[in-house]
């Protein structure tokens, strides 16, 4: 794997994903450091889009109602534009005009968390977290 900057190809390969090609503002933090890989992904989708993105990255089952967000997602906005700190995570799971859902997914060789804020009815913002075990 090349060092970074990654390109899309390069991070749809290292998250097991494929970024649909109407995704809007991109972006991502890859970490190979470590001893799993880690990828974050934020990405804007238009709504009629995301049962399709869904199924494609194994969210087979309903999404659920986010009631916490993991500490897996703090400390990636200084890392992600427009990522929020952990203060605005509370919050916005505070908001109730915020509708957030979400799917978790194992399977052997990696781990894998999205959030879908669904707060505006046409585009949605999809935060998604992948680990290579």
Known sequence: MLPPPYS???IETLARIEIPSSA???QSYVDLGG???FVALRFLLPAAEMEDFLS???CTESLEPVAYVS???YGLDD?????PSRGQWKSILADKSHVLMGCEQ???GFSRKIIVDQSQT???TIYLIHFEL
């Open 35 to 37: 001893m799993d890989s």
């Open 24 to 26: 809007t503002d991109v």
């Open 106 to 108: 194992s399977a052997p």
């Open 56 to 58: 494609d990255v194994g």
């Open 71 to 73: 500490t897996l997602f």
């Open 8 to 10: 899309i190809t390069d």
């Open 79 to 83: 890392k992600i534009s427009g990522w």
């Open 122 to 124: 046409d585009i949605y």
